[in-house]
């Protein structure tokens, strides 16, 4: 009897690393090997056709491979064994492809030992400088008393009663609920005539909108111009004029509830205004905190990118590209908008987009590598225990063995490289290390 897969014997194997993070593996298998190979291809043959005087499953090997033909039987062997034996030689060389493989010279004679030749791109390696003599210090500004001040302000802006106005005109700090059409020449941005509430004191409007509405009286259209800010999301009209009509149809006063003890039942903290202002303060601070990491964990990670020197090879950059273009089609799947189509709202290709993404996917993949290599020469592990009990977070109950078993190896990376970033804070802050934020 063959020996089973995991028992049999190492197989001869030569490696020739090749530009561009390509290996060619030069694999020989013993003659029994492709023994099994066609005693495995006889059985799967025999099983799946029908042989006049046998039961399905029971006709001879020899009257199997007579019906089928010696060039059939060869290549189901050939089919059966590659992938199981490239995976092995995978193994064995420990590589890891990023690639599928692209197979030749294949030899399978009876009697002789199976060999092929497999070229595959895989995981490059990485040169790492010291990353240990990173230091970015975690520093956290204080909270100002005018940022208290700011936040309580916008609190009593957020509780403020609303009443009926529209006998007037809209004054500074009026909301206004019009239907607005906007146009750059001839052509109209976004829905014409879409209704909607305008704060004229919040300076969440376009820049010089509220200063415009200021005066407007419902029924009594007007006509809007401003300059599209530089951040506005279709580039091509950034800085450009455009003219909004706006047709009012509704004008509320607000009324501010006072800055006393009374806001802090409003607002559901404490009993009196300076417990509120101690709250504000401490969630300011908290902040304050949270941002500083985000900062420090943003250094730090920069800088070890700038120590790596690997060459990411082609595939890893169109998955990363792949990917980004997977989440940007979850994140559009509740509005029902297509990612063609907000592209295309964009003046923007598909070829465009994965274009712009190249440089960002290339320096994500660079981090992820380089992180891993930390936790490779730090040690860092991830359990079996750790993994699964994140598995059972991140899957629902029902859901299939098999996608619990894709998700692992790729979960556990994740988990490792987040033990890296830990790893790296701690190091570059001199020993204080904060919980880095998600994502």
Same mark, same amino acid.
């Given at each position: 009897?063959?020996?089973?897969?995991?028992?049999?014997?190492?197989?001869?194997?030569?490696?020739?690393?090749?530009?561009?993070?390509?290996?060619?593996?030069?694999?020989?298998?013993?003659?029994?090997?492709t023994?099994?190979?066609?005693?495995?291809?006889?059985?799967?043959?025999?099983?799946?056709?029908?042989?006049?005087g046998f039961?399905?499953?029971?006709?001879?090997?020899a009257?199997?491979?007579?019906?089928?033909?010696?060039?059939?039987?060869?290549?189901?062997?050939?089919?059966?064994?590659l992938?199981?034996?490239?995976?092995?030689a995978?193994a064995?060389?420990?590589?890891?492809?990023?690639?599928?493989?692209?197979?030749?010279?294949?030899v399978?004679?009876?009697?002789?030992?199976?060999?092929?030749?497999?070229?595959?791109?895989?995981?490059?390696?990485?040169?790492?400088?010291?990353?240990?003599?990173?230091?970015?210090p975690?520093?956290?500004?204080?909270?100002?008393?005018?940022?208290?001040?700011?936040?309580?302000?916008?609190?009593?802006?957020?509780?403020?009663?609303?009443?009926?106005?529209?006998?007037?005109?809209?004054?500074?700090?009026?909301?206004?609920?019009?239907?607005?059409?906007?146009?750059?020449?001839?052509?109209?941005?976004?829905?014409?005539?879409?209704?909607?509430?305008?704060?004229?004191?919040?300076?969440?409007?376009?820049?010089?909108?509220?200063?415009?509405?200021i005066?407007?009286?419902?029924g009594?259209?007007?006509?809007l111009?401003?300059?599209?800010p530089q951040?506005?999301?279709r580039?091509?009209?950034?800085g450009?004029?455009?003219?909004?009509?706006?047709?009012?149809?509704?004008?509320?006063?607000?009324?501010?509830?006072?800055?006393?003890?009374?806001l802090?039942?409003?607002a559901?903290?404490?009993?009196?205004?300076?417990?509120l202002?101690?709250y504000?303060?401490?969630?300011?601070?908290?902040?304050? !905190?949270q #941002?500083?990491? /985000? @900062?420090?964990?943003? $250094?730090v %990670?920069?800088? =070890?990118? &700038?120590?790596?020197? +690997?060459?990411?090879?082609?595939?890893?950059?169109?998955?990363?590209?792949?990917?980004?273009?997977?989440?940007?089609?979850l994140?559009?799947?509740?509005?029902?908008?297509?990612?063609?189509?907000?592209?295309?709202?964009?003046?923007?290709?598909?070829?465009?987009?994965?274009?712009?993404q190249?440089?960002?996917?290339?320096?994500?993949?660079?981090?992820?590598l380089?992180?891993?290599?930390?936790?490779r020469?730090?040690?860092?592990?991830v359990?079996?225990?750790?993994?699964?009990?994140?598995?059972?977070?991140?899957?629902?109950?029902?859901?299939?063995?098999?996608?619990?078993?894709?998700?692992?190896?790729?979960? !556990?990376? #994740?988990?490792l /490289? @987040?033990?890296?970033? $830990?790893? %790296?804070l701690? =190091?570059? &802050?001199g020993?204080? +290390?904060?919980?880095?934020?998600?994502?």
């Amino acid at each position: 009897m063959s020996p089973s897969p995991p028992e049999a014997a190492q197989l001869e194997l030569s490696v020739e690393r090749l530009p561009g993070s390509r290996a060619q593996l030069k694999v020989v298998a013993a003659e029994s090997e492709t023994e099994r190979g066609l005693s495995q291809a006889l059985r799967h043959l025999g099983q799946r056709y029908r042989f006049p005087g046998f039961r399905p499953g029971r006709a001879p090997e020899a009257v199997v491979e007579r019906a089928v033909g010696w060039p059939a039987l060869r290549q189901h062997a050939i089919d059966d064994l590659l992938p199981e034996l490239f995976a092995r030689a995978l193994a064995q060389a420990e590589l890891e492809p990023v690639s599928s493989p692209e197979v030749s010279e294949v030899v399978l004679e009876r009697g002789q030992p199976f060999s092929f030749t497999a070229s595959v791109v895989v995981r490059p390696e990485i040169e790492l400088g010291d990353y240990g003599a990173i230091r970015v210090p975690l520093e956290v500004p204080a909270v100002a008393e005018a940022d208290v001040d700011s936040t309580l302000e916008a609190l009593r802006q957020r509780y403020a009663q609303l009443s009926d106005a529209s006998d007037r005109e809209a004054r500074a700090g009026d909301v206004v609920t019009a239907e607005l059409t906007m146009r750059h020449g001839e052509e109209v941005i976004g829905s014409p005539d879409q209704l909607q509430t305008l704060d004229l004191e919040r300076g969440e409007l376009l820049p010089g909108m509220a200063d415009q509405l200021i005066g407007a009286r419902v029924g009594e259209p007007l006509e809007l111009v401003l300059t599209l800010p530089q951040e506005y999301a279709r580039e091509e009209l950034r800085g450009e004029m455009v003219t909004i009509s706006a047709n009012v149809k509704q004008v509320q006063a607000k009324e501010l509830p006072p800055l006393d003890d009374n806001l802090a039942a409003i607002a559901g903290q404490g009993e009196n205004l300076e417990q509120l202002r101690q709250y504000v303060r401490e969630q300011l601070t908290l902040e304050a !905190r949270q #941002e500083a990491e /985000r @900062g420090q964990q943003a $250094r730090v %990670l920069e800088a =070890l990118v &700038g120590l790596a020197r +690997v060459e990411v090879p082609e595939p890893m950059i169109q998955a990363e590209i792949d990917r980004e273009l997977r989440d940007l089609e979850l994140g559009l799947q509740a509005s029902g908008i297509t990612v063609e189509q907000l592209l295309s709202s964009e003046g923007k290709s598909l070829e465009q987009f994965r274009g712009e993404q190249r440089q960002p996917a290339v320096e994500r993949v660079q981090l992820e590598l380089a992180l891993e290599e930390v936790a490779r020469r730090e040690g860092l592990q991830v359990s079996d225990q750790e993994l699964d009990q994140n598995l059972r977070r991140i899957f629902a109950r029902g859901s299939s063995r098999e996608a619990r078993a894709r998700a692992r190896e790729p979960l !556990r990376r #994740e988990m490792l /490289r @987040g033990a890296a970033r $830990r790893r %790296l804070l701690e =190091l570059a &802050g001199g020993g204080e +290390v904060a919980q880095p934020p998600e994502g």
